[in-house]
């Protein structure tokens, strides 16, 4: 049980008479509280039973914020006003930042650099090496690897295997009543 709840309890017990205010939400939602100030409880009034407002920020019909930071509890109040100018401070920052264009000249070496790139990139640009421009004389291979070069590396595989069905046949008493498992089993065998 919360504080404040034993509190409300106990002072019903006493005799002492509390009062909660009551106010509204714009989508018509009731909420309640000891004291809409800070530090105080907050709760949504439903028909069964008062639930504790979770947290963010929510508009009051008469355009204040309530702001919840804890479960349940309000941090502050505050008009619609306040909210408005820290928006706008927030806007005025915004419009203080530059854009800064790139000059013709960063554009053109930047155009230069990107050519450069591809340059390297592109293969038929390239001129082939000078290593690789000798020619390999195929004579001079000796026999034997010549001969080892010539076999074959692998045995060739068999792509139209055939395929062997082995049949398994259960045998059934002839003269017994055949059960849904022979039955089965039977059908099975047919396959």
């Known amino acids: 049980m919360k504080p404040s709840e034993m509190l409300s309890q106990v002072k019903t017990l006493l005799g002492v008479e509390v009062k909660l205010e009551q106010m509204k939400l714009e989508n018509g939602t009731v909420l309640e509280a000891d004291a809409f100030a800070g530090g105080n409880e907050v709760f949504i009034v439903t028909e069964d039973e008062k639930v504790a407002l979770p947290i963010g920020e929510y508009v009051l019909e008469d355009g204040q914020i309530l702001v919840v930071e804890e479960e349940g509890v309000i941090k502050e109040m505050k008009s619609e006003n306040e909210e408005s100018e820290e928006v706008e401070v927030e806007a005025e920052e915004e419009e203080k930042e530059e854009v800064i264009y790139a000059t013709k000249e960063e554009l053109e070496e930047v155009k230069s650099i990107v050519e ?76």
Do not use: C, Y
Not at 163 to 171: C, S
């Open 116 to 191: 450069e790139i591809k340059s390297m990139l592109d293969p038929k640009e390239e001129e082939p090496k000078e290593e690789l421009k000798e020619e390999v004389d195929l004579s001079a291979i000796p026999k034997e690897v010549s001969e080892e070069l010539s076999q074959p590396a692998a045995e060739p595989i068999n792509t139209n295997a055939e395929v062997t069905k082995t049949q398994v046949k259960f045998n059934i008493a002839s003269k017994r009543k055949m059960s849904t498992l022979d039955r089965v089993m039977s059908k099975m065998n047919k396959l």
